[in-house]
């Protein structure tokens, strides 16, 4: 889950489900009682979600959902902590072992991950037509419109 209007869709899923819903963040939901998983899973497959049980794959969600934070921290902060110190930090957790997690079962590194969340990032400043390329890069940590440029150019991803 990525944004307000996918809490919106589980919570509105899992009540039609008859279930008490304590609190749905993203990447998370919590119930009262011994809910049916089975069937809480094949009421979200319509919506696009998957219920996650693997705590891998949970983990790595976390992960994905701290990296979203991390990028609005990142953008404002006037010298922002290193992805791997926020990460660790924030999942209590070490780093190391959260790449490995996420390495194993993404096609990608955290790195490159966090990489196409700036991109996006820009895709979605320049579509608002506010901002110059140069103050996009700038907000975003880059060192210079041609880094901005050359990662756009490295990941076939965002072509």
Partial sequence: ???????????RVLQEQGLQVNEVQLGYAEV??????????AALQPEGF?????????????????????????ETAYQPVTTSVYLAEKLDTDYSYLSKVFSRLEPFTIEKYFI???IERVKELLSYGQLTLSEIAHQL???????LSNQFKKLPATR
Avoid: W
Wanted: hydrophobic fraction near 35%; charged fraction near 20%; proline fraction near 4%.
């Fill in 141 to 147: 940590q880059y060192s210079s419109v041609q880094h």
């Fill in 1 to 11: 889950m990525v944004c307000p209007r996918c809490i919106s869709t589980v919570t």
């Fill in 50 to 74: 998957t219920l996650l049980q693997d705590r891998d794959r949970q983990l790595v969600e976390k992960i994905k959902n701290t990296l979203i934070d991390y990028l609005q921290h990142f």
């Fill in 116 to 118: 196409l969340l700036k």
């Fill in 32 to 41: 009262a009682g011994h809910p049916d998983l089975a069937q809480i899973d």
